[in-house]
Each structure stands twice: as structure tokens, then as C-alpha cells.
């Protein structure tokens, strides 16, 4: 490849469709919804409320980008090029989900989930910002900053159960 080939190659892989990104986030909120729901009646009982909450806010969230990659109005705004986020490949890789076995402590519960949230806030952040007004972005900038107040929440209980032994 010539140096403007390799150029224009690489600025086509810095962009994605809204398309593909909605793609990805049905995805993860769809695996968090199911990675949560699965852990509600292994995790101690301290925590199990969280969860249920962390399940049931995943499929809220599961919800919202279903419809929105539904609605007929926004056909021509998803098919839209925007720069992939610098927080893409986190985001995109906490797809993925660990083994936290039958008894996962509180502890690697709740990092697991504090990561998850910040993955979120982070990449719905950097959507809303590179993303035409409309429905989309408001929706992004809308999760944007309902995951930082879901990650402050979950810093606040991290240091009440890891730090100060209990709620």
C-alpha cells in the first residue's frame, strides 16, 4: 500500500456506522443484563439488591437501544459515520465476560461491575459528543450520565463493604 493508501485505510477503521455501534451496545447490555441476572442467587446477600438493580437497569438499557435501532425515523442518522471513541476497545471487549464461579465475592463483583459502568460512561460519553443532535445523541449523552451516577454509586458501596467492612 502507498502512504495515502495506508492514510485513507486508516482513517476508514478510525470510523464506524451508528449502525454498528448500536450493534455493539445492544450487545453489551444484553451480556451485562444476562451476566447479572445469572449471578442474583450466587452472590452474598449483602450485595444481591445491587444486582437485581444492575440486571434490571441493563435491560432498561437493553431496551432503549432497541427501540431507538427500530425507529424508521432515524434509518438515514444510523447508517451516519462517526469516529470510533478511543474507549471503543474496552468497551467493545467487556462484551466478554469473566468466570466469577458459584461464590464470587462481593469484592470481585462489585470491581467487575465498577469497570463495566466506567467502560459505559466512557463510551456513551464520547458518542454523544461526536454524534449529531437527535435522538441518538440524546440517548447517549441520557446513559452517559446515568452510568456515573451508577459508577459513583458503586464506588460509595465499594468503600462501604471493602474498606469499612459493611454497609
Not at 49 to 75: C, G, M, N, T, W
Not at 77 to 95: C, E, G, L, N
Request: glycine share 4%; charged share 30%; aromatic share 8%.
Amino acid at each position: 500500500m502507498s502512504e495515502g493508501q495506508s492514510s485513507s485505510y486508516e482513517k476508514l477503521q478510525s470510523k464506524k456506522s451508528l449502525e454498528e455501534i448500536l450493534e455493539v451496545a445492544i450487545a453489551f447490555e444484553r451480556t451485562a443484563r444476562d451476566f447479572y441476572t445469572d449471578l442474583i442467587p450466587k452472590v452474598s446477600k449483602q450485595i444481591r439488591y445491587l444486582v437485581e438493580e444492575l440486571a434490571d437497569e441493563e435491560q432498561r438499557h437493553f431496551d432503549l437501544f432497541s427501540e431507538l435501532k427500530a425507529r424508521p425515523d432515524i434509518d438515514e442518522q444510523i447508517k451516519t459515520m462517526v469516529d470510533t471513541p478511543a474507549s471503543d476497545k474496552r468497551f467493545s471487549d467487556a462484551v466478554h465476560l469473566p468466570n466469577l464461579g458459584e461464590q464470587p465475592d462481593d469484592q470481585a463483583v462489585l470491581q467487575y461491575a465498577l469497570g463495566r459502568e466506567h467502560a459505559a460512561m466512557e463510551q456513551y460519553r464520547a458518542l454523544a459528543k461526536s454524534t449529531s443532535e437527535g435522538p441518538i445523541k440524546e440517548l447517549f449523552t441520557f446513559l452517559a450520565n446515568e452510568e456515573t451516577l451508577h459508577k459513583n454509586q458503586l464506588e460509595k458501596l465499594y468503600y462501604e463493604i471493602i474498606h469499612s467492612g459493611g454497609v
